[in-house]
């Protein structure tokens, strides 16, 4: 099983839509988890961080599941500058904010 | 605050010369900076952990005598991609962490290199 892994997508949605994404960690002993997003041809910028069962920041709400080793980002209403790559972030051992393991990135499209 | 700078943003270099990248923490200082690789429609993948004032952790498969690593300061690190390649062709990007403890990481804008 990989690290981090997410379904690379594209998601092709219009404008208000909701749309979910999931991703898998294997790295059972991980505390702490973060979505990024990440403009072509940027810098990824963290979009939210998870240390408990969720978290929710307007728009945008992360969900972990630790029996089942996966995180969900969910987005709600979305708008055209949703569009992005979305990471799906693990620290590595388990640790946080040390070594960071990137998922491949998930990869949405709001059209009008 | 927590801005990371990186210079240059952008490089085209022939096969066989060096290129030199700079990381900078413009205002905070940084224990730790991190190196990372990112290949087209691929992730980021981490290169190497820079430490102040000690060398540098290398990830496996990461040739520690082609990527040179220099953090000579709480505010500079440098990435030296030593007789570059085509195939070193990629976005190479920078995160700074705080000193104080775990934080959050600031990542820079980012370099692409291309080698001709």
């Known amino acids: 099983r990989k690290e981090v892994e997410q379904d690379p997508g594209p998601f092709n949605v219009p404008e208000g839509a909701t749309v979910a994404f999931n991703c898998t960690y294997s790295?059972?002993?991980?505390?702490?988890f973060f979505w990024y997003r990440q403009d072509c041809r940027k810098e990824p910028k963290l979009l939210m961080s998870?240390?408990?069962s969720g978290n929710e920041d307007g728009r945008f709400t992360a969900q972990l599941n630790r029996a089942s080793q996966y995180i969900s980002l969910l987005i709600r209403d979305s708008k055209l500058s949703d569009s992005a790559t979305y990471l799906c972030?693990?620290?590595?051992?388990?640790?946080?904010?040390?070594?960071?393991?990137f998922g491949q990135g998930t990869i949405l499209t709001v059209h009008p | 605050g927590a801005v990371v700078s990186q210079h240059p943003s952008r490089v085209i270099c022939k096969s066989g010369t060096s290129v030199k990248i700079e990381c900078r923490s413009l205002?905070?200082?940084?224990?730790?900076m991190f190196w990372y690789r990112q290949f087209p429609k691929q992730s980021l993948m981490l290169m190497a952990t820079?430490?102040?004032?000690?060398?540098?952790?290398?990830e496996q498969g990461v040739e520690k005598d082609k990527f040179l690593i220099n953090h000579a300061s709480l505010t500079l690190s440098t990435l030296t991609v030593t007789s570059a390649h085509p195939e070193d062709s990629s976005f190479y990007i920078c995160?700074?962490?705080?000193?104080?403890?775990?934080?959050?990481?600031?990542f820079g804008p980012g370099t692409r290199l291309t080698v001709l």
């Open positions: 995160s700074a962490r705080w000193v104080a403890g775990d934080t959050e990481q600031f």
């Open positions: 790295n059972s002993a991980s505390q702490s």
């Open positions: 998870v240390y408990s």
């Open positions: 972030v693990v620290p590595a051992g388990g640790t946080s904010y040390g070594k960071l393991t």
């Open positions: 205002d905070f200082q940084a224990t730790t």
């Open positions: 820079s430490n102040e004032g000690s060398k540098a952790t290398y």
